[in-house]
């Protein structure tokens, strides 16, 4: 399974907002050596990652080297993901598509712009 690159992206930005430039550093070494590829280099919002390498191994890092291994840490990447594409990416379609429009498609949209297979 790959992760579209919007919520990549969003994952390193939650480091750095909340544990600075020697945080997200840190995170970064923590990481595997393919995560570490994925997170030192630039990440195109429309590409597609390795689910593994991207997201479920570096948000295990961010709980166990900032959360004490709490699970929260995984609550409050996913919150700042959600956040993240609602304000940024995905913005102008949350506004110009209705509520009942979203609930509607909601099974559709989402896996794909959460992950493939």
């Known amino acids: 399974m790959d992760v579209k690159g919007s919520s990549v992206v969003a994952t390193r ?3 750095r907002i909340n544990f600075g430039e020697a945080g997200l550093k840190k995170w970064i070494e923590a990481l595997p050596e ?3 590829k994925i997170f030192s280099s630039a990440i195109i919002a ?3 990652y390795p689910l593994k390498a991207a997201l479920t191994e570096p948000t295990r890092k961010i709980c166990g080297l900032f959360y ?3 699970l929260r840490g995984a609550w409050e990447t996913g919150r700042h993901s959600a956040e993240y594409g609602l304000k940024g990416i995905y913005k102008f379609f949350i506004q110009i ?3 009942q429009f979203i609930i509607k498609k909601a099974s559709t949209i989402l896996p794909r712009i959460t992950s493939r297979a």
């Open 97 to 99: 598509a209705s509520p």
């Open 34 to 36: 393919e995560g570490k």
């Open 68 to 70: 004490g291994g709490d």
């Open 13 to 15: 930005e939650f480091v």
């Open 46 to 48: 429309a590409n597609w």
